[in-house]
């Protein structure tokens, strides 16, 4: 499955459009993750617990948009676009949700 943020495949053409795919994932912050990313905080640098789990949020919500386009008869998708959003009371969870077109190139 190729995926891309433009609207065209470089030496594809598209032969039919299958429509808009969706992925959606919510990861919430635990304590544990919160007391790390405070600490890391303090003394400076990367949280990597954080990262860890936006990187496991944002691959679930591409292989959930992968999955709907596979269902759709595609085998591209174009127009990718990826949005994270802080939701839930008080901001408690990430939301990592992508989109795109799924096509059929050749």
Not at 13 to 36: C, P, Q, S
Not at 38 to 50: E, K, P
Not at 72 to 97: F, Q
Request: overall charge negative; charged content about 25%; aromatic content about 6%.
């Amino acid at each position: 499955m190729i995926l891309t943020t433009t609207s065209t495949v470089e030496g594809f053409k598209i032969r039919d459009y299958r429509g808009i795919v969706t992925g959606e994932a919510i990861v919430g912050a635990n304590i544990f993750r919160d007391l790390m990313a405070s600490i890391t905080d303090i003394v400076g640098g990367r949280s990597g617990s954080y990262e860890s789990a936006l990187k496991g949020a944002r691959e679930a919500a591409f292989r959930e948009m992968e999955a709907a386009a596979k269902e759709a008869g595609a085998n591209a998708i174009v127009g990718v676009d990826i949005d994270y959003e802080v939701v839930g009371k008080d901001g408690s969870m990430l939301m990592v949700s992508v989109s795109g077109t799924a096509v059929v190139i050749e």
